[in-house]
């Protein structure tokens, strides 16, 4: 743990993608105005005082005092945008076409390496426990698929223009909400 963390509890990193707000005025830039009244109350309390006993230095420590203290008053606080586990969607297309049938190291089809891969991880499982997931399957058209058995791998043609245009209309109708990630499974001819 860092010196930062420690006093601040998150890692710089968390500030940087924040969002800076007040509590009490909605807005940070009504904090200004505000420090700017401290700076003015701070002169306004030491013109009383003498010439020789005034000190700039003396000033100055008294407005920043007085402007930490307004600043932790107006309660800030950080807004983070995150992910919600179980209260977001992930959509994970797959190609549906006959195009996963090519068999990349001459002996196993891209189909059977996708369903070894999701069957050994099980990835989807994993997904599920924090996401609400929803399959989707295209080649010419795309659909909306409960289960990979679906899979037929027997499409025509690989437009993937079809699934982006799917996943636009169920994210932008009434009552729809927006996907947190999309996940297309590639594969690596190297491998």
Known sequence: M???EFFFKYKPIVYQKGRLAFQLLGSKWWFLPAAALAIVAAYLFYRAVTGEK???WLIV??????????FMFLRPV????TVLPQDSYLAVVIDNSES????????????ELL???????????????KFKVRLYR??????RTDKLENLTFGGKS?????????LHEETTGTGSKPFSASWLPHWDRKR
């Open 2 to 4: 860092s010196i930062f």
């Open 100 to 111: 996963m049938t090519i068999k990349d190291d001459g002996k196993t089809p891209r189909s």
């Open 61 to 70: 420590l008294r407005a920043v005092t007085l402007a930490v203290l307004l």
């Open 54 to 56: 005034r000190s700039p």
């Open 115 to 129: 369903n070894k891969q999701l069957a050994e991880t099980s990835l989807i499982k994993r997904l599920t426990e």
């Open 158 to 166: 690989t437009r993937i223009e079809s699934v982006t245009e799917l």
């Open 138 to 143: 295209f080649d010419k058209d795309a659909e």
């Open 78 to 81: 950080l807004n983070i945008s």
